[in-house]
């Protein structure tokens, strides 16, 4: 589907400096702290831009938000093509988090609605595998420009430029689905706001997202530099394969949340993902690079079913008019999970190492998403 291929490119680009971080720290000289700042801040990036214009595609159509995110993203690519000092750096993942924010609710609700009805189940599947493949082909082509390229910090941008320009042709193409049948309703700061409907069905399914994107900061902002330091592993494909590893298994979960059932794919989804990170934490114990990719395998697997049902739950109790405003919601608590515990993790880097640090993100992911499967088990949304 072409709006699912356009939701894949933007997401692409936010992913891309993952595997470049360590040529900007030996750059421009700054700590491990500072890396995850950088991190965060695009997520702080995504969270304004989901409670600020989560529901503007929602009045405006989704064609218009589209082409103001792929503006966004290649306004990223510009500050990282520049190559200008850290500032530069902050103002570029800013961009990219605002992009991204754009992207994660009004492209979800356009793969949704140009489904036709009887294809809706794989459009959702269609949804979050370009969310997470995206994410993870940002790091796989960045590694694979970066390491085997003359120009590291460069190319891998100037092809997401290009990219962004075919999804620009690509938007101008699709229908526009958010229509009004009276005057089109004031534009509106969302704030985090979630229809009465669907509040039983979002509490739950939003906890589990934000332990599983908890888990996709960890390997995003940490695993390139315990691969550096701790496993002596340089070579910036190999850093950005194991990062799209995880990516990749997650759209794998998402797939076999079908074959599972939303039910039951929320639950089981988090014992796979508790699975997956007692492994996670044995490979920093052990300094193992395979132990740690089967860790990040088995763990995607968890994180993509589990979220790809609480997305279809959430998307489905809400009413058509706020579909767009709910799912930004969703993503909202998502992104919070990716931003905080990164930095919490970069602060710890500094007194306890990035492979102690590591296992205290673990450890406390664990308990979470333990805690969330047992209660889904016991009481799983009445919705799905």
């Given at each position: 589907m072409a709006a699912a291929g356009v939701f894949a490119v933007g997401m692409m680009g936010t992913t891309l400096p993952t595997p470049l971080y360590g040529l900007y720290r030996?750059?421009?000289?700054?700590?491990?702290?500072?890396?995850?700042?950088?991190?965060?801040?695009?997520?702080?990036?995504?969270?304004?831009?989901?409670?600020?214009?989560?529901?503007?595609?929602?009045?405006v159509g989704r064609r218009p938000v589209l082409f103001l995110a792929i503006g966004l993203s290649a306004l990223s690519a510009v500050c990282f093509l520049s190559e200008a000092g850290l500032p530069l750096l902050y103002v570029g993942r800013v961009l990219s988090g605002f992009s991204a924010g754009l992207f994660s609710g009004t492209g979800t609700a356009a793969v949704l609605e140009l489904a036709p009805e009887e294809r809706r189940a794989r459009a959702g599947f269609a949804a979050t595998a370009a969310n997470m493949g995206g994410l993870g082909l940002g790091p796989l082509v960045a590694g694979l420009l970066a390491e085997y390229t003359p120009w590291p910090?460069?190319?891998?941008?100037?092809?997401?430029?290009?990219?962004?320009?075919?999804?620009?042709?690509?938007?101008?193409?699709?229908?526009?689905?958010?229509?009004?049948?009276?005057?089109?309703?004031?534009?509106?700061?969302?704030?985090?706001k979630i229809p009465p409907e669907v509040r039983g069905?979002?509490?739950?399914?939003?906890l589990t997202a934000f332990a599983g994107f908890a888990v996709l900061g960890l390997f995003t902002a940490v695993a390139p530099d315990f691969l550096a330091k701790t496993l002596g592993e340089h070579n910036l494909a190999v850093v950005?394969?194991?990062?799209?590893?995880?990516?990749?298994?997650?759209?794998?979960?998402?797939?076999?949340?079908?074959?599972?059932?939303?039910?039951?794919?929320?639950?089981?989804?988090?014992?796979?993902?508790?699975?997956?990170?007692?492994l996670v934490g044995a490979s920093l114990l052990a300094q193992s690079l395979p132990v740690l990719v089967v860790g990040a395998v088995i763990a995607g697997v968890g994180q993509g079913m589990a979220f790809r049902a609480g997305l279809t739950a959430v998307s489905s109790a809400a009413p058509d008019m706020h579909r767009g405003a709910t799912i930004s919601a969703f993503f909202v608590v998502a992104y919070v999970g990716i931003s905080l515990p990164v930095v919490g993790v970069g602060a710890l880097t500094r007194a306890l190492?990035?492979?102690?640090?590591?296992?205290?993100?673990?450890?406390?992911?664990?308990?979470?998403?333990?805690?969330?499967?047992?209660?889904?088990?016991?009481r799983p949304p009445a919705v799905v």
């Open positions: 030996d750059e421009l000289g700054f700590s491990e702290l500072i890396v995850t700042v950088v991190f965060a801040v695009y997520a702080l990036g995504v969270i304004s831009a989901l409670l600020i214009a989560g529901n503007f595609s929602d009045v910090l460069t190319l891998p941008f100037a092809v997401h430029l290009a990219l962004l320009a075919v999804a620009f042709t690509m938007t101008r193409l699709l229908p526009e689905t958010v229509h009004h049948s009276g005057p089109r309703p004031p534009l509106r700061l969302q704030g985090l069905v979002f509490a739950p399914c939003a950005g394969a194991v990062v799209f590893s995880l990516f990749c298994a997650s759209t794998s979960g998402q797939l076999l949340m079908t074959r599972v059932g939303t039910r039951n794919a929320l639950p089981l989804g988090c014992l796979i993902l508790v699975v997956g990170l007692f190492g990035v492979a102690d640090a590591g296992l205290v993100l673990a450890g406390c992911v664990i308990l979470l998403v333990a805690a969330v499967g047992a209660h889904l088990w016991r």
